[in-house]
């Protein structure tokens, strides 16, 4: 969607709860989603679902077709499926989070020292942004470490809900396949990433994981940064 006014509909669709939790689970799904899953992940039926996932194919933001023959059938037919459309939604899915990249680049300009770079002071001032965040969520465990699984749990439930959309590819590892600073880091990527790496290694050591290390990890289609075992 380019139009100003595919922009307005879009978020228009997007402002009612269910279709914003439908559409954020069919784009998180690994494989065309059926009305059944889909009205399961929101909580509602399937009758319901099937109208509100019209109206987001309506509005252009996801596809329908019939899944293929070797599919599971119901009531021998093949079950419609949905999946993302491609377009570009010029709303808050996927979440952006522009003003966090903002606050810590004024953190590092207001608090800047003698003889520190500007790149200096903003890796540093992310690096705080980020361990006081990871230290707010962090709780106590058993033994005073966080296993790598545990770690890597605790640190999606965060990133899920600044925007990073995580993806458990294996038990101990984690990529994101959003990244919240877009578009603004096509302007800037190898300062933009090297912010963003200093703020997710931040959160990392406030959560006191130290099995877990974020390392940048440039690649296609996702976050610069992905998750694994500290390597030792």
């Not at 939790?21 to 989603?33: D, E, L, Q, T």
């Not at 252009?60 to 459309?85: C, F, I, N, Q």
């Not at 377009?87 to 003003?99: A, C, K, L, M």
């Not at 290390?213 to 296609?220: C, R, W």
């Amino acid at each position: 969607m380019t139009s100003d006014s595919s922009a307005l509909e879009a978020a228009a669709i997007l402002s009612d709860d269910l279709r914003r939790g439908m559409y954020a689970f069919i784009r998180s799904a690994k494989a065309p989603v059926t009305r059944d899953e889909a009205a399961a992940s929101v909580g509602i039926s399937r009758k319901l679902a099937a109208f509100h996932l019209d109206k987001l194919v309506d509005a252009g933001l996801l596809r329908a077709h019939y899944a293929s023959p070797g599919a599971a059938r119901r009531v021998g037919r093949a079950p419609k499926v949905y999946e993302p459309s491609g377009v570009d939604v010029r709303v808050s899915i996927p979440q952006r989070e522009h003003g966090l990249l903002a606050s810590i680049l004024l953190d590092a300009v207001r608090r800047q020292g003698a003889g520190e770079s500007g790149e200096a002071a903003a890796l540093r001032a992310a690096g705080e942004r980020g361990r006081a965040l990871g230290a707010a969520e962090s709780r106590p465990v058993r033994g005073g470490r966080l296993g790598a699984e545990r770690a890597l749990t605790c640190a999606a439930e965060i990133l899920q809900r600044h925007g990073f959309e995580p993806d458990r590819e294996a038990p101990t590892r984690l990529r994101l396949r959003n990244c919240p600073f877009d578009p603004m880091a096509e302007n800037d990527p190898d300062l933009v990433c090297r912010v963003n790496h200093a703020f997710l290694s931040g959160m990392v050591a406030g959560l006191g994981a130290s099995s877990i290390e974020a390392t940048l990890a440039p690649h296609s289609g996702h976050c610069c940064v992905e998750f694994g075992p500290r390597a030792e």
